[in-house]
């Protein structure tokens, strides 16, 4: 118990420590107009208020990924403790903080367009298929896992295909309509369900007094399974997430003021810390034990885990409205993950935005094919969006890196998670059967060597980059804070 209290004591502690520090290192400019202001189209591009962005922001980035992901890595036992809290606070607050602010800057470009500008314009092709594969996965899985949860917690009195209907129709509106209209209107009320399930639970179990596993590195995981690299694959939204990278320019597009960014980027990853913390202690308290979570995991999938800790914790009518918290994750997810891949697509063939029939005829390809990928199994796309979403959190901590070093700033500070998680990147790939299924030593050679090679290269474009003076944001003279 002193453990996960401790750890969410160090995450609150670091958004005022290391996220002030992280903010005045980068410069925030508060005279400086923001790109929903000076592109107010109505449609993307809309200022909106400091609470309603923090909240639409956590619901963007919280999927099921910071409860599921940590349900499963509680298998590994409190050492996901530690990952939670380091990785949010050194690594993914950082991250969706100078993506986000970086975004800003650049007039609410998403990650392809920054990647072009700060890694080489064929970084921008390589990044678009990575984000837009990443984003059709993401929404995909976020049909069918709020749709599973919802045809148990209704008793399979409603068929599942009506459900994955009802949910593509609302992804649908939520893709093509102006932002303020229903995600502006309807994700503060989902953004406070989400908070008081997750808090109702991490209350019940402080006061219940569950048998929560003080700070351990010993690996608990009954499969045996690596601690490294997979934990950093199994955890990912909760401490550090390439998906949070293609959300971020949702949000960069409709903040008023960059003061508002580290709250709003921040602070919202620090946020989803927390979540994650309550669920890995759920995950290694609840269920006598790591071989009870496992079964129950192979029996009914995180879902399951879910379902039973919230009825435990909170009662019949508690335990369905913390379900129903957990519900709004993935789909207030799905539905900025399909709008984000119409935003980038758009970007990357300079289409306007504005007229509904072009917006239209960008998306409705996507749910074609997210309609098409929910016939897959679903463990196989969750391993590939394991893989696809820290490869994308990798290129995005580079681009900070790379605009850091032209500022002459401190690049350590997205550098070093960045090469950690190129290292790891490269290595779970070369060993993991989705990848080349090499033996782990060979993939922990391979991993460092190509780290090493990369670091090399991206040393070099920077020092070129700055040498030229770049420029590291869009020229907006003339333009005020409204």
Not at 261 to 286: Q, T
Not at 289 to 299: F, K, P, Q, S, V
Not at 405 to 415: E, M, Q, S, V
Not at 417 to 429: A, D, E, Q, R, W
């Amino acid at each position: 118990m002193y453990t996960f209290l401790a750890g969410i004591a160090l995450l609150i502690i670091g958004y005022f420590t290391y996220g002030k520090f992280i903010e005045k290192m980068f410069g925030v400019k508060e005279d400086r107009a923001t790109p929903a202001y000076v592109n107010n189209d109505g449609v993307d591009y809309v200022p909106m208020s400091t609470s309603k962005n923090s909240l639409i922001q956590l619901l963007n980035i919280a999927g099921t990924g910071p409860v599921f992901g940590p349900i499963m890595g509680a298998l590994y036992g409190p050492v996901a403790f530690i990952w939670i809290v380091i990785g949010c606070i050194f690594a993914g607050a950082v991250h969706d903080y100078l993506t986000g602010m970086i975004s800003i800057r650049n007039r609410g470009a998403h990650l392809p367009e920054l990647a072009s500008k700060f890694l080489g314009k064929v970084m921008k092709h390589v990044v678009n298929a990575f984000a837009v594969l990443l984003l059709l996965l993401v929404g995909t899985v976020f049909v069918s896992t709020p749709a599973s949860l919802l045809h148990v917690l209704m008793d399979g009195k409603i068929a599942l295909g009506i459900i994955i209907t009802a949910i593509f129709i609302y992804y649908i509106a939520a893709t093509l309509l102006p932002v303020d209209k229903i995600i502006g209107r309807l994700y503060p009320y989902f953004g406070a369900l989400l908070l008081i399930s997750a808090l109702g639970v991490g209350i019940g179990m402080v006061v219940t007094g569950a048998p929560i596993p003080e700070l351990s590195l010993t690996n608990f995981h009954p499969a045996n399974a690596p601690i490294l690299p997979l934990l950093f694959f199994t955890i990912s939204c909760g401490a550090l997430s390439g998906f949070h990278a293609t959300q971020t320019p949702i949000i960069s597009r409709t903040t008023q003021n960059e003061k508002q960014g580290r709250k709003i980027f921040y602070g919202m990853m620090i946020a989803e810390g927390v979540i994650a913390m309550i669920w890995a202690a759920a995950g290694m308290s609840l269920f006598n034990g790591y071989n009870g979570l496992n079964d129950i995991l192979a029996a009914g999938g995180p879902g399951a885990v879910v379902s039973q800790a919230s009825t435990a914790l909170l009662g019949a009518i508690g335990g369905t409205l913390a379900v129903l918290g957990v519900v709004v994750l993935p789909i207030t997810s799905g539905d900025t993950a399909f709008r984000s891949a119409r935003m980038i697509i758009a970007e990357y063939l300079n289409i306007a935005q504005k007229k509904f029939s072009s917006r239209l005829w960008i998306a409705l390809p996507l749910f074609v094919i997210s309609a098409i990928l929910t016939q897959i199994d679903f463990n196989l796309l969750w391993r590939y969006f394991s893989w696809a979403n820290q490869a994308t959190a990798v290129i995005a901590l580079f681009v900070g890196a790379m605009y850091l070093y032209i500022a002459k700033k401190n690049y350590y500070t997205a550098l070093v998670p960045g090469s950690f998680m190129l290292v790891m990147v490269i290595t779970y790939i070369l060993n993991a059967p989705i990848g080349f299924g090499l033996p782990m030593t060979f993939s922990w050679i391979g991993g460092f060597i190509g780290a090493a090679v990369l670091i090399g290269l991206f040393f070099r474009a920077a020092k070129k980059a700055r040498a030229t003076n770049m420029p590291l944001e869009d020229d907006i003279s003339g333009w005020k804070v409204a």
